[in-house]
Structure formats: structure tokens, C-alpha cells
């Protein structure tokens, strides 16, 4: 928890007065925080915490109004091999999407370009999937 959600609260507090004329914030999270996905244990809540920071931070924020993001998708990282049977999820996620692959880290980054940009000024607090569809399949 401290870790994975209260460290992007206490970052994004030291942050926000430094960014006087907006800004954008990020967290990364997955499908896990909202359906019980088995091999993702108590990372589930965590993530669930954290995207619960994500939506309810930018109301304390208001001197420059930055905005905060929370991605969310099954994305192959360091924190995430450490999690049991992390490869097991990934080619599930692989074969229920329906665009048929993964995203990667360059998916991910195309998405947070976007959404740093004037394009996406009025969007802030919610949790955007780049995960090839995964969230939306049973």
C-alpha cells in the first residue's frame, strides 16, 4: 500500500504547487482493482486504493488545477514480474482481447502524451484502459 498508492499521494502533494499552470500526473494500475482476477491476490485492493487517490487528489490541488490520470492495463514491467504467475495473466490477457495482442510500454506512452496535452484539459480523476479491450470482455 505504501508503495503502490501512498507514495503517489505523498509525490503528488510536493508536486501539485510546483506546477502553477497545470500539469498532468500518472499512476498505473489494472483491471484487478475492480474484478477479482485470482493471480493478482491483494495487489486488487491496492490498486483499487490507489485509483480512489487518483480520482478524489485533483480537488485538493486547485492552484494550478493539475489533473491526475490513472492508466490501466496489464503492462509487462519490473514491479509487475514480481507478482506470482504474472506471465499466466499476460497470455490470458493476450488471448481474451479483441484486438488479438498487448499493449506495450510505447501504447502506454502514445496514451499519456495524449492525455498531457490541451486536448484532454477537461478530463482528470478517471482511470483510462489501454489494454487492447481486456476490461471489457467477461
Same mark, same amino acid.
Given at each position: 500500500?505504501?508503495?503502490?498508492?501512498?507514495?503517489?499521494?505523498?509525490?503528488?502533494?510536493?508536486?501539485?504547487?510546483?506546477?502553477?499552470?497545470?500539469?498532468?500526473?500518472?499512476?498505473?494500475?489494472?483491471?484487478?482493482?475492480?474484478?477479482?482476477?485470482?493471480?493478482?491476490?491483494?495487489?486488487?485492493?491496492?490498486?483499487?486504493? #490507489?485509483?480512489?487517490?487518483?480520482?478524489?487528489?485533483? @480537488?485538493?490541488?486547485?492552484?494550478?488545477? *493539475?489533473? /491526475? =490520470?490513472?492508466?490501466? +492495463?496489464?503492462?509487462?514491467?519490473?514491479?509487475?514480474?514480481?507478482?506470482?504467475?504474472?506471465?499466466?495473466?499476460?497470455?490470458?490477457?493476450?488471448?481474451?482481447?479483441?484486438?488479438?495482442? #498487448?499493449?506495450?510500454?510505447?501504447?502506454?506512452?502514445? @496514451?499519456?502524451?495524449?492525455?498531457?496535452? *490541451?486536448? /484532454? =484539459?477537461?478530463?482528470? +480523476?478517471?482511470?483510462?484502459?489501454?489494454?487492447?479491450?481486456?476490461?471489457?470482455?467477461?
Amino acid at each position: 500500500m505504501d508503495v503502490s498508492c501512498h507514495s503517489f499521494v505523498r509525490m503528488a502533494r510536493l508536486a501539485a504547487p510546483l506546477m502553477k499552470h497545470g500539469g498532468t500526473m500518472f499512476a498505473m494500475s489494472y483491471h484487478g482493482a475492480n474484478k477479482v482476477v485470482p493471480t493478482y491476490s491483494v495487489m486488487g485492493p491496492v490498486k483499487a486504493a #490507489l485509483e480512489a487517490c487518483c480520482a478524489i487528489s485533483p @480537488t485538493s490541488w486547485r492552484p494550478g488545477h *493539475p489533473r /491526475a =490520470r490513472d492508466i490501466a +492495463g496489464p503492462l509487462k514491467t519490473r514491479a509487475a514480474s514480481g507478482l506470482k504467475d504474472f506471465d499466466l495473466l499476460l497470455n490470458e490477457a493476450e488471448q481474451r482481447a479483441p484486438l488479438g495482442e #498487448l499493449v506495450d510500454i510505447m501504447d502506454v506512452g502514445f @496514451t499519456c502524451a495524449f492525455l498531457a496535452t *490541451p486536448y /484532454a =484539459r477537461r478530463m482528470s +480523476g478517471e482511470t483510462l484502459y489501454v489494454d487492447g479491450g481486456v476490461n471489457i470482455m467477461a
